[in-house]
């Protein structure tokens, strides 16, 4: 928390399979640099069926990848973007004045879209979900 310009999210909901990947003396989170400048942190987990899946964090607003979004939903008083690959959701984005925080499905798509929508509301700031 303490390398970020921004606050640390972390999920307080999972897909019912999946753990914090450390598979292979792995990380479950890294934190790295974007473009030079801007900070991120990738959460990695991996699912019971051995997919992957992760909630990745950047002050870097403007990513490309952020470019084109599906929809734009309010989800429990929080705004959040939709990203779809056909009818699955792949991708669903928070953004706040200080950072971005999204939720990336496996590559195949595997999660449902409840629980994509169900994890991304679930982030919650780590001093939050520490002191609960």
């Known amino acids: 928390r303490k390398k970020l310009p921004f606050p640390l999210m ?7 399979s999946s753990y914090a990947d450390s598979y ?8 790295y640099r974007v ?10 987990f991996r699912t019971g069926a051995g997919e992957y899946w992760g ?11 952020l470019a ?21 959701l792949h991708m669903v984005v928070l953004r706040t004045p200080r950072a971005t925080y999204w939720v990336v499905n496996t590559l195949l798509d595997s999660l449902s879209n409840e629980t994509m929508i ?14 609960s």
């Open 55 to 65: 909630v990745q964090e950047t002050d870097w607003s403007d990513a490309p990848v």
């Open 118 to 131: 169900a994890i991304a509301k679930g982030l919650r700031p780590l001093a939050t979900v520490a002191k």
């Open 10 to 16: 972390v999920p307080t909901v999972l897909e019912r």
């Open 24 to 31: 292979n003396g792995d990380v479950p989170a890294r934190l």
């Open 35 to 44: 473009q030079g400048k801007n900070k991120a942190v990738r959460l990695v």
């Open 68 to 88: 084109d979004k599906s929809f734009r939903h309010d989800l429990g008083g929080r705004e959040f973007d939709l990203y779809y690959s056909g009818g699955n």
